[in-house]
């Protein structure tokens, strides 16, 4: 009986588990989805906006610390929102001086981003030093939620999900909802019948861009609560960002949300059973195998000429 | 010199700086061939060149970073001393940039072009194994900081680190007596370090412990989600975790742990790779009441320790912090010195011949020495974890013997 509630508790948390990766790898591959799969642009230096968001978290947790030790507790809100306009920003400068004159040669993009993540790596480390520095994280948000003896919650698992699920019902409804999603939708469908009918497509490229880049920086802020912050941090999340766009079907939001679940639910439940080197190879040949079948990727999709 | 025309006398004092010049190139090594230098290295009666190759960029760059400061200081220490054999210490540094062909590179551009008498450099296991053949066909001398998975025995290398059985064993021993430690979970990155480390931990473990190891795992470099494992752990009960987490991983792995509730109250944990270095990443807050096994903190209380975090921090100023790896860099310098001293000679064979049995009573750590296998006698010392991202030292072991291939532990 004793061994059938420690069951009931493993199962429990390891579905909790589950459900944070999941939110983890929807979180990181949001932003990516609306740049890649929105506007057909592989910006490799994703993972970049992703660090800038968590030293972002990271200055706010010393500046509060220092100026207002009494905020301590709600600062995280403050450093989340800011990321995102940070990281927003620095979205809407890449896009003007650089995304925007690669639009006709895609493949351009991929090198150039990839030379913009490496300047921006060094950039980073010349100006934070090269160790990685660690966030003062508010005390409510560490720790964990003892349910039973042997279910533990861990609030900054909570906190990921909820953030997500927030991220995501906006998101959805700036593009399915607002005029302005429609001119994105639009613009990506048709972009010279979009300029015709009289919208700014340059317009809505740059404010995509930044959207995404801001969404990045969000997600960059919620992993100080749980990876680490270094020049180099962004990208231990690339390939896994693409490897969930991809998967999901490039242009479709739907796809990359099942996409992630997936994936998490595969690594989550094979990580039990062996090793994690294992488990990764795994879900990565599950991953390569169906997009060997399925090429267009889970949710068939519409990407711009 | 007194020529009627100025355009002469200047052509004439050029050449004749010309000639002086390229007399004391071509007759340098030889004109200066003293007993303290036969090979042509870069030695003048002023002077010594020395090379440092480590990476100051990229991903490595936030563990080298440490160990290029600590050197830095140990070289500028000795020439304010009157450096070495009456010669001032030059450096030329070079970037390894994480990328093991460049170390390579590098080194052979030190050794062949630079004529260094030594370098002091690398970190990883895969920087020095890409240098190694480099050494060894030029007959080069690195000193190389890093405690590593042994296995490796160089006459161009010297390792100021502790091989893994200096650093394992002991720390085993003190866990299994003082916490009645007979469960262990083995968990490492997905390399040969943490892979080596585990297999040696696993034998002393079962066969000189009785213990049981009831679970090992490796997850690949990069990883940051560690829910299954944690759980894992939790349903298994080991009485300690034995942990060989390195990099970015190494801060998802702790922050996780306490978001899931393992902390020191409830979870013995010991683990091989973490230092103050890495503890800034972490927050100590994340981490408290855990152990980590080295062979030195900065929290050691010395006077040499003492002397030597002063002098390190009114360097690197008032927040710099000193790992396990920094402070066996710092020995490098020292411990060149001494064998060149006591040589009487720059030359590499000369060195190396005068090394073992070399002593340094004034290392932070305390009292080291060159064993024949060009590893250092060395204490192995367990630090607990304190929320300030410092370690409180509860146990130092005897003097250990190096052993980079363990018999019965392969």
Redesign the interface.
């Given at each position: 009986m004793a061994w059938l509630t420690?069951f009931g508790a493993?199962a429990a948390?390891?579905a909790?588990?589950g459900l944070?990766?999941f939110c983890?790898l929807l979180l990181m591959a949001l932003g990516l989805a609306i740049i890649f799969g929105q506007m057909g642009v592989i910006n490799m230096a994703h993972g970049e906006f992703l660090t800038v968001g968590a030293y972002t978290t990271y200055v706010l947790s010393g500046l509060t610390l220092h100026y207002a030790p009494s905020l301590q507790p709600y600062y995280f809100f403050l450093a989340i929102v800011v990321a995102f306009v940070i990281a927003g920003a620095l979205g809407w400068l890449v896009e003007w001086a650089m995304i925007s004159r690669l639009y006709h040669r895609p493949l351009d993009t991929l090198l150039a981003t990839w030379g913009l993540s490496l300047v921006m790596q060094?950039a980073l480390?010349s100006i934070f030093?090269?160790?990685?520095?660690?966030a003062?994280?508010p005390e409510w948000l560490?720790?964990?939620f003892?349910l039973t003896d042997?279910i533990?919650i861990?609030?900054?698992?909570l906190f990921t999900v909820a953030v997500t699920l927030l991220l995501t019902g906006g998101l959805f409804l700036l593009l399915f909802r607002s005029r302005w999603g429609l001119h994105v939708r639009a613009t990506m469908q048709n972009r010279v019948m979009s300029r015709a009918v009289g919208i700014d497509t340059r317009r809505v490229d740059r404010m995509t861009f930044a959207l995404g880049c801001g969404v990045a920086g969000v997600a960059g802020a919620v992993?100080t609560?749980?990876?680490?912050?270094?020049?180099?941090?962004g990208?231990?999340?690339i390939v896994d960002t693409f490897l969930t766009v991809v998967f999901g079907g490039a242009a479709s939001l739907l796809g990359t949300i099942a996409s992630a679940f997936a994936i998490a639910q595969t690594?989550?439940?094979s990580?039990?059973f062996m090793?994690?080197?294992m488990?990764?190879v795994l879900t990565l040949s599950a991953v390569i195998l169906i997009l060997l079948l399925r090429p267009q990727g889970l949710f068939a999709s519409k990407v711009r000429k | 010199m007194h020529s009627t025309s100025r355009g002469i006398t200047r052509r004439w004092a050029l050449g004749a700086v010309a000639l002086s010049l390229l007399t004391a190139s071509v007759m340098a090594p030889r004109a200066w061939a003293d007993d303290a230098n036969t090979t042509g290295l870069a030695v003048t009666p002023s002077e010594v060149t020395v090379g440092q190759l480590h990476s100051a960029t990229g991903t490595m760059a936030i563990s080298e970073t440490g160990s290029i400061q600590a050197e830095r200081l140990a070289i500028e220490q000795i020439n304010a001393q009157g450096g070495v054999l009456g010669r001032q210490i030059k450096i030329i540094q070079e970037d390894g940039a994480s990328d093991w062909p460049t170390f390579a590179e590098k080194a052979r551009k030190l050794l062949v072009n630079d004529k260094v008498a030594t370098v002091f450099g690398c970190w990883t296991s895969a920087s020095r194994k890409a240098v190694l053949p480099v050494f060894e066909q030029q007959n080069g001398l690195l000193y190389y900081p890093t405690f590593y998975e042994g296995l490796e025995q160089s006459k161009n290398v010297i390792y100021t680190g502790q091989e893994a059985t200096q650093q394992i064993l002991a720390s085993l021993d003190w866990i299994a007596k003082t916490k009645g430690a007979k469960s262990f979970y083995l968990i490492g990155s997905d390399y040969i370090w943490p892979r080596t480390s585990m297999k040696i931990a696993r034998k002393h473990i079962e066969n000189v412990l009785h213990g049981e190891v009831v679970g090992e795992d490796y997850y690949p470099l990069g990883n940051t989600q560690f829910g299954s494992l944690i759980n894992k752990v939790k349903l298994k009960k080991p009485d300690v975790v034995f942990a060989a987490v390195v990099g970015g991983s190494n801060v998802a792995f702790y922050k996780q742990l306490k978001a899931a509730g393992v902390t020191s109250a409830k979870q013995t944990l010991l683990t091989l790779s973490v230092t103050e270095d890495e503890l800034l990443g972490i927050g100590g807050e994340n981490m408290a009441g855990f152990y980590a096994s080295m062979k030195y903190f900065q929290s050691l209380d010395n006077p040499n320790n003492q002397a030597f975090v002063a002098a390190f921090k009114a360097k690197y100023g008032p927040n710099a912090v000193i790992g396990d790896v920094t402070q066996a860099a710092y020995l490098g310098p020292w411990l060149w010195k001494a064998a060149v001293e006591k040589a009487g000679s720059f030359d590499v064979d000369k060195v190396v011949a005068a090394s073992p049995g070399i002593e340094l009573k004034t290392a932070p750590e305390g009292y080291v020495k060159i064993h024949e296998n060009h590893h250092l006698w060395s204490k192995t010392r367990i630090g607990e974890v304190q929320p300030d991202g410092q370690f409180k030292v509860v146990y130092e072991s005897d003097l250990i013997e190096p052993n980079p291939f363990p018999k019965g532990y392969q």
């Open positions: 420690e493993i948390m390891q909790f588990n944070s990766v983890v060094q480390r030093g090269a160790r990685e520095v660690s003062e994280l560490m720790g964990s003892s042997a533990d861990p609030r900054n698992g992993f609560t749980i990876g680490s912050t270094g020049p180099t941090a990208s231990l999340y690594q989550s439940i990580e039990f090793s994690g080197s488990a990764k | -």
